[in-house]
């Protein structure tokens, strides 16, 4: 059973309450650090509510493995992957547009967690 509020909730709260609260009452050295801190907390607070897509990035990169054994994390993929950049596997070619796609959303990913103004910008401005 799920009590309430989550940690979602929780998180809001505790960011809210240092935007409204602590942070016009410290002096200007302090109020870089808890503005630094409520940023912190909203990345945690969008991380959390992302979807869990791992799967998704690391059946990306198993696609631009052909004819290897599948790997068993994210981990030994992007490892894999990188040998094989750095082996000029995806200098040209469908290869190298396979890549960048595969590159771009995983940017655009964790863009949306980590900073989604940026992505938003982006998003206005690309063609």
Known sequence: ??????????????RKTILEEIAPALP???RYAALMAANAIAIAARDLAAPADGAGELARVAALLPGEELPQSLREGNARLAARIRAGAFDEGPARERLLAHLQATVRARLAVSNPRALARDERTSP
């Open 28 to 30: 200007e050295a302090q």
């Open 1 to 14: 059973m799920k009590v309430e509020p989550g940690a979602a909730d929780l998180l809001a709260i505790a």
